[in-house]
């Protein structure tokens, strides 16, 4: 057999380190006193709280030992002191226990002059229960601060030592996932490495890959069982009908399928033939002693189980006596399997230690030989793996050709993701456009491109300087390069191919400068002159790009740039359709879309709202009399003056001919007063001209408030435009109100 690579001493460490994170148990966050009562009549929760069934012994240690036997109930008084400080958010308590195999397990909490009751069994788990529950879980009613007593009836066949933790729903939560996550991992573990074995059975052709499989399944059935779990499963709950015999019988058969194990790789048949012929008849015997445990009678459970503890034990000496002599013959594996024999049999002797007492309860005495035996499994499989070393080369090129599909595959996907995230850039906001366009890229390059650092650079790109880099700390030294190379980095733009260069950032170590030089890919962005700019990748210097990824990169900033500029042209179309073209407000139809989410947005956040109709008093005449060019020149004025006056929120459009509406979100009817006149003001000392032929106009202004029921803009605007005619019938150049 061939060495096992240190790789996998790391991996079967990490195994380890995985389920012990898994199956770490939260320690119980309320103080339990325990007692104990062991009756043979029934007797009710009433009467065994009343002291009829005998006297409680208080029990130390947290934890409590049942003999087996049969015949017997016990009863458990579990006491609390709760202090009313549960977290509001999470107000339940839960009562659990280490899930062990009892056959009956009823828990008696009184509440409002009686009883709440809840039942639990080891070998026939109700439907209320999950899957991979981590024990029995007592999800507990409400209950009142300070003294609470509550009793568990417990019925057993096998000597077991049951732990009760009180605490938090949340807190159990969350130990009860790790340990589920743990175990999930540890079951798909068991049957994909079966699966393994058997794909190399049906490959190679030889038994032992066949009894490995055997093995790896019997370690799955014996985990289930022994955690509880195997009778869970739809299909399978029909095999709690054996109760502790069968799982004792599980237990003798996987003992036999790590002794044959154990022959395979110790190998003593020419060294050691007596100790050989010993192994080889061991697992017959334990099969039989399994057929025997099964046929035995329900009340001998107790005498099964010592007899079983003293079968691990005896077939765990043969094994670790099987690898000691084959370590001293240089066996392959020999010492691994030492150790992990020595493991596997100390860790199946102490959790029944633990139920007689012998040992305390924690992880290791409780999940160590779960951890021993998955261990023992996954080397089994290392070692096995050597046997198909041969296929290495036909495996590392179909890694290779899978490698290169995933490569190929990744880019394509990034190549998507990308495009798509490029046609959101037409509804992004004005200014928004090209750093959007330009941040993307980098983000999408960063994971196909392998690099340290990348930057964009562009000047006079739609009249904005940009710089961007990712990450963003590496800007003020990109920034620093820029200073000291942009005439070079310019320079290379003009060829429009992708280059690769060695920069700095041009200064000394002495001026505080570290000199770091960067092997930089400098992909030219393509845009109109005088602008430029480029797309800057940067490695360490005895890194290079090949082909593959300066095309890429040089495909993604074509992307960007073109989705950029057409996103910009969409935008200047668009602006120009809200826009009027003679006084650069907003166009009515504009007008009523951003005033339809002004109203929709004050209404949600309950603050007032306020507009405007600004007319231009007795138009007709300025035109009549000076022309239509003085009539627009009054127009575009009159919104200069509007636009100057206006806060970053407020908004205004050209509504008609010469009127006008101004909408200010946050600002009650006489705030919007107050701004009126000093519009209706400043508009009354306008002048257009010189000297005699200056032209002078007022403006008329009615003024309406949302009421606090309003979500639409209509009936604002009907106010304000019935305040606007009242304004003109009364003389005009004045302000008015609309009536609230």
Not at 463 to 477: F, H, N, S, T, V
Not at 696 to 713: D, L, M, N, W
């Amino acid at each position: 057999m061939p060495q096992m690579d240190p790789k996998g001493w790391g991996l079967v460490l990490l195994l380890a380190m995985l389920a012990w994170s898994g199956l770490v148990v939260a320690e119980g966050s309320v103080p339990l006193r325990l007692a104990l009562l062991s009756t043979e009549a029934d007797y009710s929760p009433e009467e065994v709280l009343a002291g009829r069934a005998g006297e409680f012994r208080a029990l130390p240690g947290g934890r409590v030992l049942l003999p087996g036997g049969s015949g017997r109930t016990h009863w458990i008084r579990i006491e609390a002191e709760l202090d009313g400080q549960a977290d509001a958010h999470d107000p339940h308590r839960v009562l659990w226990f280490d899930r062990v195999p009892v056959a009956e397990f009823e828990l008696h909490v009184p509440v409002d002059g009686g009883w709440w009751r809840q039942s639990r069994s080891f070998f026939a788990p109700g439907p209320e229960e999950e899957l991979l529950a981590s024990g029995f879980v007592f999800l507990l009613p409400p209950l009142p601060d300070g003294k609470v007593v509550m009793l568990a009836q417990v019925r057993n066949r096998v000597a077991v030592s049951l732990r009760p933790i009180l605490e938090s729903e949340r807190r159990y939560r969350l130990g009860d996932r790790r340990m589920t996550v743990a175990l999930s991992a540890i079951y798909a573990g068991l049957v994909v490495l079966a699966l393994i074995g058997l794909a190399l059975f049906a490959a190679m052709r030889e038994p032992l890959y066949l009894k490995f499989v055997g093995f790896a399944l019997a370690a799955w059935l014996l985990l289930t069982a022994v955690n509880g779990h195997l009778y869970a499963i739809p299909g399978l709950r029909w095999l709690g009908i054996s109760a502790s015999p069968g799982l004792f019988a599980l237990g003798h058969a996987t003992a036999a399928c790590i002794v044959l194990l154990a022959r395979q790789f110790a190998g003593l048949g020419a060294c050691a033939p007596r100790l050989d012929a010993i192994l080889g008849w061991t697992p017959w015997l334990l099969l039989a002693l399994a057929a025997l445990s099964l046929g035995l009678p329900l009340a001998a459970a107790d005498v099964i189980q010592v007899g079983s503890t003293a079968a691990w034990a005896g077939a765990g000496a043969l094994c670790i006596g099987s690898s000691a002599i084959a370590l001293r013959h240089g066996r392959p594996l020999a010492l691994p399997m030492l150790l992990l024999w020595f493991a596997l049999l100390v860790s199946a002797c102490a959790r029944p230690l633990v139920s007689y007492g012998w040992l305390p309860q924690n992880v290791w005495t409780m999940y160590g030989f779960q951890l021993a035996l998955v261990a023992s499994v996954f080397l089994l499989m290392l070692g096995l793996t050597g046997r198909v070393m041969e296929f290495r080369k036909q495996r590392d090129r179909a890694r290779l050709a899978k490698e290169q599909a995933d490569a190929s595959l990744k880019t394509e996907q990034g190549r998507r993701r990308f495009a798509e995230s490029l046609a959101a850039l037409r509804e992004a906001d004005n200014g928004d456009i090209e750093w959007l366009a330009f941040r993307r890229l980098l983000e999408s390059l960063r994971p196909l491109v392998p690099q340290q650092g990348s930057a964009v650079l562009a000047f006079g790109y739609h009249g904005l300087d940009l710089l961007l880099a990712e990450p963003i700390a590496l800007k003020e030294r990109y920034s620093r390069m820029l200073g000291a190379r942009g005439g070079t980095l310019k320079g290379l733009c003009r060829s429009r191919n992708p280059v690769q260069v060695l920069l700095d950032d041009g200064q000394t170590p002495g001026e505080g400068s570290s000199h770091e030089r960067g092997l930089f890919a400098v992909v030219p962005l393509r845009m109109d002159k005088p602008g430029w700019g480029a797309l800057l990748i940067e490695r360490q210097p005895w890194e290079s790009f090949d082909h593959n990824e300066l095309r890429l990169a040089a495909e993604f900033a074509a992307m960007a740039t073109q989705a950029a500029d057409e996103a910009a042209a969409a935008r200047e179309l668009r602006r120009k359709a809200e826009l009027d073209s003679l006084t650069g407000a907003y166009n009515r139809h504009a007008m009523d879309t951003l005033l339809a989410r002004a109203m929709a947005a004050a209404h949600a956040a309950h603050s007032p709202l306020s507009i405007l109709f600004v007319d231009l008093d007795h138009f007709k005449q300025v035109n009549d009399r000076h022309g239509h060019t003085v009539g627009d020149q009054c127009l575009r004025v009159l919104a200069e003056t509007i636009r100057r006056m206006l806060g970053p929120d407020d908004l205004f459009g050209r509504y008609g001919g010469e009127e006008f509406i101004i909408v200010l979100p946050g600002r009650a009817a006489e705030q919007a007063r107050q701004f009126g006149e000093r519009l209706r003001v400043t508009v009354s000392e306008l002048r257009i001209g010189e000297g005699e032929d200056a032209v002078r106009f007022t403006v008329s202004i009615g003024i309406a408030g949302r009421q606090a029921s309003e979500h639409a803009a209509q009936p604002v605007i009907d106010r304000a435009d019935r305040a606007l005619y009242t304004a003109k019938r009364s003389g005009r150049n004045q302000v008015q109100m609309a009536p609230s």
